[in-house]
């Protein structure tokens, strides 16, 4: 089992490791390579795993409720506590409510379960992305009009595979292939830009960041295990929301402070300092994950 572990996670630090020592001594334009992967390889993934008429998209719909339970209800688990310590909400809820399932948690679902993980991890993806983009948004800004959903290609992809998977429309093969080909791209760069990142923690807000670093896998699991248990999630789907609901905040909520001048500087701690503690949080959840809830991956 500890094998397994170091083999998940090794790659996904080596990457991200790769990524913290190109940025060290050059500086890449981190924030169009991004843009470059959530708008044309991040969604051609996305159209790949949905619309494989070899996944039956209608076998994950318990997931995809217990993954949205999961990021709202960590907004209102951590509510009073944010109301007790006198924190700013807009300021430290989003970082707890939408985690790093995009830049993390599809790599290292796919390293820990296999090919056989990746409709799944999609699917966690992409609730956790449009609630972000709804409700998120919403948080910060109650005036932002929820039509520029529509707008975002991830949204369009997503529609289009549902659409093409639930009407049962068949793709040729090669077609498919090469938006797999391509969609693959999205996932060592987005560890490898997880990594330029991490050279921008600012550990004036430590405290606050270390809060947020026990607090955001925390919230999740505290919800995950009765979803699991009331939606009666078993195998493979059970351990992906047990990692999903674990994961650290994800980088983009300091990208959406900043363009909303919601202090971007304590968002970039909780998320920085949120993803640093990973080393911790993950090879525990891991460990329990192949023991008690997917020993079959062990």
Not at 37 to 49: H, S
Not at 172 to 187: D, F, Q, S, T, Y
Not at 191 to 219: E, H, N, Y
Request: aromatic content about 8%; proline content about 8%; glycine content about 8%.
């Amino acid at each position: 089992m500890t094998a397994q572990i170091i083999a998940t996670l090794l790659p996904v630090f080596l990457i991200a490791g790769c990524g913290t020592l190109y940025g060290r001594f050059r500086t890449p334009d981190i924030r169009s390579l991004n843009t470059l992967n959530m708008e044309i390889f991040v969604p051609m993934l996305v159209f790949a795993v949905l619309a494989d008429g070899q996944a039956p998209l209608e076998e994950y719909a318990g997931l995809a409720l217990a993954a949205a339970v999961v990021v709202l209800g960590s907004g209102l688990v951590l509510w009073p506590l944010v109301k007790l310590l006198r924190l700013e909400p807009k300021t430290f809820l989003p970082p707890m409510m939408f985690n790093n399932s995009g830049n993390m948690g599809v790599p290292l679902l796919v390293l820990a379960f296999g090919e056989a993980a990746l409709p799944a991890a999609v699917v966690v993806f992409i609730v956790e992305m449009l609630l972000h983009f709804s409700v998120g948004l919403y948080m910060l800004s109650p005036r932002t009009p929820l039509w520029r959903l529509l707008r975002m290609p991830i949204v369009l992809a997503s529609l289009a595979g549902l659409g093409v998977n639930l009407g049962g429309v068949p793709l040729p093969g090669w077609l498919l292939e090469a938006l797999h080909m391509l969609g693959g791209v999205c996932i060592p760069l987005m560890l490898f830009a997880l990594g330029v990142r991490m050279l921008d923690i600012d550990f004036r807000d430590w405290k606050t960041g270390m809060l947020g670093a026990v607090l955001c896998p925390l919230s999740g699991l505290i919800l995950a295990l009765p979803m699991i248990l009331w939606l009666e999630l078993t195998g493979l789907q059970a351990a992906v929301l047990w990692v999903f609901a674990a994961l650290p905040p994800a980088v983009l909520n300091y990208l959406v402070a900043e363009q909303y001048r919601q202090e971007p500087q304590k968002v970039a701690s909780l998320v920085l300092i949120g993803n640093l503690g990973s080393l911790v949080v993950m090879p525990i959840v891991l460990a329990l994950v192949f023991l008690h809830v997917y020993p079959g991956a062990a």
